[in-house]
Nanobody
Framework: QVQLVESGGGLVQPGGSLTLSCAAS????????MSWYRQAPGKAREFVAL????????TYSDSAKGRFTISRDNGKSTVFLQMKSLKPEDTAVYLC???????WGQGTQVTVSS
């Protein structure tokens, strides 16, 4: 049974930082590129970041570039998203996605507010 379980979300003040984790099971994690997406209320789901199988290549949306860092630990089947300098417009549900097979996690809520 495939599972992608996100964690690490929460309420943070503008300018603060959070690190999200996505623990994968039920498929060969080390053979799949992984991505983070986010969806704010009333808006379409949008791409945030992608990391290649080995972690050697990363891609970011313009809004994430310079503030977010995606990484992975293949030994622990986990992908991370470090977020800093958070803004209110970063408020959304953040979802993990396994590119090879199209699996989605259930998401974790990030709220940036004072």
């Amino acid at each position: 049974q495939v599972q992608l379980v996100e964690s690490g979300g929460g309420l943070v003040q503008p300018g603060g930082s959070l690190t999200l984790s996505c623990a994968a099971s039920g498929f060969t994690f080390s053979t799949s590129a992984m991505s983070w997406y986010r969806q704010a209320p009333g808006k379409a789901r949008e791409f945030v970041a992608l990391i290649s199988v080995t972690g050697g290549t990363t891609t970011y949306s313009d809004s994430a570039k310079g503030r977010f860092t995606i990484s992975r630990d293949n030994g622990k089947s986990t992908v991370f998203l470090q977020m800093k300098s958070l803004k209110p417009e970063d408020t959304a549900v953040y979802l993990c996605y396994a590119n090879r097979n199209g699996y989605w996690g259930q998401g974790t809520q990030v709220t940036v507010s004072s």
